[in-house]
């Protein structure tokens, strides 16, 4: 079973611009999370969704938004980039049950962002 | 609100030996997954193991296991006869009704 793809791996923008990230999770994987992580900040959640709809949601500023597909693919967009945007930025997809929320997330190797 | 503490920045453990991360958590939510993550140095996140809130028994998978302590709010991973491949970071993280938190990581470095 092939695992949660991100695109691209590397990217590099200026202040100012805007971004759009993908995600592509797990075939049957219908949860979608989205992590920010820096060597200052460590790993911060930014959003989940489900079923196309955010369930919740980081303390970010609405720069930072995302969406979800209807096969479950994602995407996230940050606008008016800042120098403090460049993070590696993890994507997660989970198997979500009747049991519960409690199942463990596999994640994507990530989209390294440089803001120059 | 969620927290996670991992007390250790750093730790060093020589081949085939045991050791302990520690990860204390505090949470007001009755139902919560506790998890470890190992990120190596190539970024990638690498799921090892949950434990349930309500589980009796302490999850293992394989050489990992996780000392769960409840009533003290602590989860430490244990892994058994360490290997050079175990020498990354490792995230504790729990994931509540709102969202997935995770602690500042600990180092791990595995000796020849």
């Known amino acids: 079973k092939a695992g949660v793809t991100q695109t691209p791996r590397y990217l590099i923008k200026t202040r100012g611009q805007q971004v759009t990230l993908s995600c592509s999770p797990i075939s049957g994987h219908r949860s979608v999370s989205w992590y920010q992580q820096t060597p200052g900040q460590g790993l911060q959640f930014l959003f989940e969704y489900f079923s196309e709809t955010q369930r919740n949601k980081g303390n970010f500023p609405g720069r930072f938004s995302g969406r979800q597909f209807s096969n479950s693919r994602s995407e996230m967009n940050v606008s008016t980039l800042e120098l403090g945007d460049s993070a590696l930025y993890l994507c997660a997809s989970s198997l979500v049950t009747s049991g519960g929320l409690y199942n463990e997330q596999f994640f994507g190797p990530g989209t390294r962002l440089t803001v120059l | 609100a969620q927290k996670i503490t991992q007390t250790q920045p750093g730790m060093f453990v020589q081949e085939k030996e045991a050791v302990t991360l520690d990860c204390t958590y505090d949470?007001?939510?009755?139902?919560?997954?506790l998890f470890w993550y190992k990120q190596p140095s190539s970024g990638e996140m690498i799921f090892l193991i949950y434990?349930?809130?309500?589980?009796?028994q302490n999850a293992t998978e394989g050489r990992y296991s996780l000392n769960f302590q409840k009533a003290r709010k602590s989860a430490n991973l244990v892994i058994s006869a360490s290997q050079l491949g175990d020498s990354a970071m490792y995230f504790c993280a729990m994931r509540g009704d709102n969202d997935m938190r995770f602690g500042a990581g600990t180092r791990l470095t595995v000796k020849p």
């Open positions: 434990q349930g809130s309500y589980d009796e």
């Open positions: 949470t007001s939510d009755q139902s919560y997954g």
